[in-house]
Nanobody
Framework: QVQLVESGGGLVHAGGSLRLSCAVS????????MGWFRQAPGKERECVAAIRWSGVNTYYADSVKGRFTISRDNAKNTVYLQMNSLKPEDTAVYYC?????????????????WGQGTQVTVSS
């Protein structure tokens, strides 16, 4: 019943910026946590940033802290990931995820719904 649609990925040079958007449709009242994960070729999926829908609790991976910002617009049922000062190491497929209850923000198995993924490529 819940669908996540991502947009905003693309190709940028190092130092550039992108803003990813994740639109949530369906039974949005049941969503507690939202997260952004990324997966680079040959690597495990990792949590980049996450937010409780209330906005009270947030998480950022050390590798992106200070560069990425997660936010949400409850009225639009949308979560964003603003990515600044991008590095080639940020190149990956980025996935939006939603959880039906509050849990461990960084744990993939806590999330019930996933977007299709959007490619972010940062060139040197």
């Amino acid at each position: 019943q819940v669908q996540l649609v991502e947009s905003g990925g693309g190709l940028v040079h190092a130092g550039g910026s992108l803003r990813l958007s994740c639109a949530v449709s369906g039974r949005t009242f049941g969503i507690y946590d939202m997260g952004w994960f990324r997966q680079a070729p040959g690597k495990e999926r990792e949590c980049v940033a996450a937010i409780r829908w209330s906005g009270v609790n947030t998480y950022y991976a050390d590798s992106v802290k200070g560069r990425f910002t997660i936010s949400r617009d409850n009225a639009k049922n949308t979560v964003y990931l603003q990515m600044n000062s991008l590095k080639p190491e940020d190149t990956a497929v980025y996935y939006c995820a939603a959880a039906r209850r509050a849990g461990v923000l960084t744990a993939p198995n806590e999330y019930d719904f996933w977007g299709q993924g959007t490619q972010v490529t940062v060139s040197s």
